[in-house]
């Protein structure tokens, strides 16, 4: 009988987690579409040349950025494509959590994490002041 009460417990566990990630992965998907919506309804308005100059600057800003971004910027987009709660930085090799990780969590942990999305609400303040 316990054994049985275990496994029952272990899969609403997972049922549980599963149902969250899918949440975040439905509200990230959400987010994604609304930004493209509105970056396309801004630039069917304009003009055809300032279109074009448009086109042209975020080129050079896409070239600019992806030169600036920190390498675990892109493990960590591949890692929210794939639905990984981890991945590992390129540079230090240590376990990173990911951002659907945390909304999976529901709450600021404190341990002033890369990509907390509750704005490091319970990291003490002379973690944030370093």
């Known amino acids: ?28 998907k959400k987010m994604s579409t609304n930004n ?34 920190p390498p675990w910027a892109e493990a960590h987009r591949i890692a929210v494509q794939n639905n990984q709660n981890t991945y590992t930085d390129p540079e230090t090799s240590y376990i990173v959590m990911t951002e659907l990780f945390h909304k999976q969590r529901g709450y600021c942990c404190g341990n002033n994490c890369r990509h907390c999305p509750y704005d490091h609400v319970n990291v003490k303040k002379k973690v944030l002041e370093k």
Do not use: V
């Not at 074009?52 to 992806?66: G, M, V, Y």
């Open 1 to 28: 009988m316990l054994i049985y009460y275990n496994n029952l417990r272990q899969n609403f566990y997972n049922l549980i987690i599963h149902f969250k990630l899918n949440r975040s992965i439905k509200f990230l």
């Open 36 to 69: 493209k919506s509105s970056e396309s309804s801004e630039s069917s308005s304009s003009s055809s040349s300032s279109t074009i100059l448009k086109e042209n600057n975020t080129k050079e800003n896409d070239e600019t950025r992806s030169d600036s971004k």
